[in-house]
Structure formats: structure tokens, C-alpha cells
């Protein structure tokens, strides 16, 4: 997979994921044609295409567009699985997960997505070992940060 790009029915760009080195001024321009590209396609329309020298592979679910480049001679069906396998796991974190759930909790997002996939390719194809990483994350990170309220609260006069 070279990237994975999460927009919004109104172009608004929500995750993107780049697997491939590439300018920034490359990345916008890419981003940019392929939101439109997708965004001009009729619903009942094939969700592959061909464009540039990769194949897009896109899903949308509810108001987002979950949208994957990968190279011409990859398996699509693949590809869609990948993005079904991803938006279950972001169900399962946030309970029928939505646009503001990505919105607000994108560094969530991401760390699930980087728990999936790894360099582009499938890391971990068990639902259950992803969430129980995301888990065990979630538990270290409420840790640290009880630690680090605990230790601001240290020489500090009562308040009464």
C-alpha cells in the first residue's frame, strides 16, 4: 500500500497514512485530485480505478471515505478487506465509530491503524490481538498520567 487517505462527503481530509516518501507539496497535490476524483464518482460505481500508474481502492462508510492507493499489480479485494478489517476495529474501540470520533480522538486513530498495518502491509490480522494492544496502551498511558498528576500535587500546601 502506498497510502491511506479518510476524507469526509465534503473533501474535508480526516487521516492520511504515506507509506512512500513524498513531498509535501506532492502529498497535497495527490490528496487534492484523488478527493476530487472519488468525490465525482457516481454511488453505484465500481469502488477500484485507475489512476496515475496505481490502482484506488476506496469504501465509503456512512460520511467518510476510507481510500487506499496500492500498486498496479496488488489484489483489490485485498485492499478492500484491509479497509473493512480497519473500520471494524475503529467500531469496536469507539462503539460504532464516526467522523468525530476520528475528529477528536485522530491520535487514536492512527495508533490502531498503526497496530493493523505496518509499512503498508498487514501486521496483525487478528481484531482481538489489535484491540488488546490498543488496551494494554490505553492502561500504560492512564498510568503515566495518574504518575504525573500524583507528582504535581507534591509539595503542595492543603487548601483548607
Known amino acids: 500500500m502506498q497510502f491511506m487517505l479518510l476524507f469526509s ?20 497535490k495527490i490528496t487534492r485530485e484523488l478527493v476530487q476524483t472519488v468525490l465525482a464518482r457516481k454511488p453505484k460505481m465500481c469502488s477500484f480505478l485507475e489512476w496515475r500508474d496505481l490502482k484506488i481502492v476506496y469504501k465509503r462508510y456512512a460520511s467518510l471515505y476510507f481510500c487506499c492507493a496500492i500498486e498496479d499489480q496488488d489484489n483489490e479485494l485485498i485492499t478492500l478487506e484491509i479497509i473493512h478489517r480497519y473500520v471494524e476495529l475503529l467500531d469496536k474501540y469507539f462503539g460504532s465509530v464516526c467522523e468525530l470520533d476520528i475528529i477528536f480522538n485522530f491520535e487514536k486513530a492512527y495508533f490502531i491503524l498503526d497496530e493493523f498495518l505496518l509499512g503498508g502491509e498487514v501486521q496483525e490480522t487478528s481484531k482481538k490481538n489489535v484491540l488488546k494492544a490498543i488496551e494494554q496502551a490505553d492502561l500504560l498511558q492512564e498510568k503515566t498520567e495518574n504518575i504525573d498528576l500524583s507528582k504535581s500535587f507534591i509539595g503542595c500546601k492543603p487548601a483548607y
Open 9 to 28: 462527503r465534503q473533501g474535508k481530509l480526516r487521516l492520511q497514512k504515506w507509506y512512500v516518501p513524498l513531498s509535501d507539496k506532492e502529498k497535497k
